[in-house]
């Protein structure tokens, strides 16, 4: 397989989500503009912390790549399962982290504007 080959499913399988994205988020505006209640529902709050969520998730793929290396290099696992497996639960992991941070952060400053 050649380098970039892999990229054609991941690109097919991104254009379908983003496709199905878009299609339910009309339908969910037009809805709103049907019932006649404001927009305001559907626009963020100010409270959520992107660049920590995805800061925790990229550096919790690194980490798991970093250790699925090492279980590779050591033949611990074979390389394949390795990667994906340790870049999934490490990744999973800094999510759930993040979760729990966000919790944290509204449950002690429940209105950011006082």
């Keep these: 397989m050649n380098n970039a080959e892999f990229l054609i499913p991941i690109s097919f399988f991104a254009m379908i989500l983003g496709i199905v ?8 505006r037009m809805a709103l503009i049907q019932s006649g209640r404001d927009s305001s529902i559907l626009k963020d709050d100010g409270r959520c912390y992107s660049s920590l969520k995805w800061g925790l998730l990229l550096f919790g793929v690194g980490l798991g790549l970093l250790i699925a290396e090492f ?36 449950e002690s400053n429940p209105d950011p504007e006082k």
């Design 71 to 106: 279980m590779a290099k050591y033949q611990v696992m074979s390389p394949e399962a390795a990667y994906f497996s340790m870049a999934s639960i490490f990744g999973g992991m800094a999510l759930i982290i993040d979760f729990f941070l966000e919790k944290h952060r509204k």
């Design 21 to 28: 994205y878009m299609s339910y988020r009309k339908k969910e």
